[in-house]
């Protein structure tokens, strides 16, 4: 399975972006998926997680409230919808696929909020 993350970039305080992350290859094999993030200086952080069918998710007490992950199974697309943005989100963002026993990972993109 291969992923490819779009929709990162430069946002003021407050703003909202929307993460996309399109899988092709052995889609049919994915379950659950989700978002990591890491910053300069800093270790990995789990943002969100959502079940293979969309009907279960988990977010980091840090966005909770504020960022909404989703999933359209027939555009083999994840979405993490993040609004109210603040300076301390700004990381770079990846999104990964459980694939059997294994994980797929995308390339990252960057997401940069301005205060």
């Known amino acids: 399975v291969q992923l490819v993350e779009s929709g990162g970039g430069l946002v003021q305080a407050g703003g909202s972006l929307r993460l996309s992350c399109a899988a092709s290859g052995n889609t049919f094999s994915i379950n659950a998926m989700g978002w990591y993030r890491q910053a300069p200086g800093k270790q990995r952080e789990l943002v969100a997680v959502i079940a293979t069918d969309g009907g279960s998710t988990n977010y980091a007490d840090s966005v909770k409230g504020r960022f909404t992950i989703s999933r359209d199974n027939a555009k083999n697309t994840m979405y993490l919808q993040m609004n109210s943005l603040k300076p301390e989100d700004t990381a770079v963002y990846y999104c990964?696929?459980?694939?059997?026993?294994?994980?797929?990972w995308g390339q990252g993109t960057q997401v940069t909020v301005s205060s």
């Open positions: 990964y696929a459980n694939v059997g026993p294994n994980t797929s």
